[in-house]
């Protein structure tokens, strides 16, 4: 919750989890980023699904966030990023 409403700026009250198990773990190498001061390392990821009526997205940082950030509904999201949000939906039900 704290890395989605610092790096978008979504008011953390206009969303929930779905469910307080992560729908992917990632781990793996991240180059250097010199321009932050960051050498290679590893980086562990942990992705959570958030539902929402209302919220919206407000200022991203742009430094963490390539692309902006929108919301979308389930079908598009799935089709986005995969079935992982789908199945965190079921198990959530």
Avoid: N
């Avoid at 979504?10 to 989890?17: E, K, L, N, Q």
């Avoid at 198990?21 to 590893?42: I, L, M, N, Q, S």
């Avoid at 959570?48 to 200022?59: K, N, Q």
Wanted: glycine letters at 10%.
């Amino acid at each position: 919750m704290r890395e989605l409403t610092e790096e978008t700026g979504v008011d953390p009250t206009d969303v929930a989890p779905t469910s307080h198990v992560p729908v992917y773990v990632e781990y793996g190498k991240v180059p250097a980023r010199p321009d932050k001061g960051e050498p290679e390392h590893f980086h562990l990821d942990f992705g959570y699904c958030f539902t929402t009526a209302c919220a919206d997205v407000g200022s991203i940082q742009e430094s963490e966030v390539a692309g902006g950030a929108a919301w979308y509904p389930l079908g598009e999201a799935e089709r986005l990023v995969g079935h992982r949000i789908a199945r965190s939906l079921r198990a959530s039900a």
